[in-house]
T-cell receptor, first 112, second 118 residues
Framework: AQSVTQLGSHVSVSEGALVLLRCNYSSSVPPYLFWYVQYPNQGLQLLLKYTTGATLVKGINGFEAEFKKSETSFHLTKPSAHMSDAAEYFCAVSEFNNDMRFGAGTRLTVKP | GAVVSQHPSWVICKSGTSVKIECRSLDFQATTMFWYRQFPKQSLMLMATSNEGSKATYEQGVEKDKFLINHASLTLSTLTVTSAHPEDSSFYIC??????????????FGQGTRLTVV
């Protein structure tokens, strides 16, 4: 069964600094990979997804992620952090038409 | 993107009573819906998968008699927490797949329901 591991339950960066949130996956077939953001007491908002094709995926709010099959990774990055980026981020993996499995989440804190 | 509406957004109930949470796909037909549970500062744990017109498939360790799932139509799934107890207090989130897309890869999430059992 598919699974994801998010390295680092908490990441803290300064405003304007690079954001890097790590995600590694395990899947027996080519996976679909997702990054979601969650604000307190709210549902999940899709940032970006990888299905097939270009391995560098651009999402909303300036985020992007690169699918690296050789490293089984799908790390999320943003060149310059903004205060509004502070939230919980979840990496998820899905195999076609199967359910979605989530990582443990990474809480991003942005310091002024 | 497609919209999934979850209701209520929060509910407080007395121990021993039952609570129903609704999950609706507003602009697409959801052949498959998923129910997740999220404890504070933790990840989403899949509880069950429901397909329209058939019985839900529950994950290991989830009591099917306690968490009743009904997916009677292509736009509505309900989760009923029966005889709720304080340990059932949690954040419940539903998601739905658009069955109309030929190569659907994304599930759309509801806003979540905060259940507090007192």
């Amino acid at each position: 069964a598919q699974s994801v591991t998010q390295l680092g339950s908490h990441v803290s960066v300064s405003e304007g600094a690079l954001v890097l949130l790590r995600c590694n996956y395990s899947s027996s077939v080519p996976p679909y990979l997702f990054w979601y953001v969650q604000y307190p007491n709210q549902g999940l908002q899709l940032l970006l997804k990888y299905t097939t094709g270009a391995t560098l995926v651009k999402g909303i709010n300036g985020f992007e992620a690169e699918f690296k099959k050789s490293e089984t990774s799908f790390h999320l990055t943003k060149p310059s952090a903004h205060m509004s980026d502070a939230a919980e981020y979840f990496c998820a993996v899905s195999e076609f038409n199967n359910d979605m499995r989530f990582g443990a989440g990474t809480r991003l804190t942005v310091k002024p | 993107g497609a919209v999934v509406s979850q209701h209520p957004s929060w509910v407080i109930c007395k121990s021993g009573t039952s609570v129903k949470i609704e999950c609706r796909s507003l602009d697409f037909q959801a052949t498959t819906m998923f129910w997740y549970r999220q404890f504070p500062k933790q990840s989403l744990m899949l509880m069950a998968t429901s397909n329209e017109g058939s019985k839900a498939t529950y994950e290991q360790g989830v009591e099917k008699d306690k968490f009743l799932i009904n997916h009677a139509s292509l736009t509505l799934s309900t989760l009923t927490v029966t005889s709720a107890h304080p340990e059932d207090s949690s954040f419940y989130i539903c998601s739905a797949r658009d069955g109309g897309r030929s190569a659907n890869t994304e599930a759309f999430f509801g806003q979540g329901t905060r259940l507090t059992v007192v």
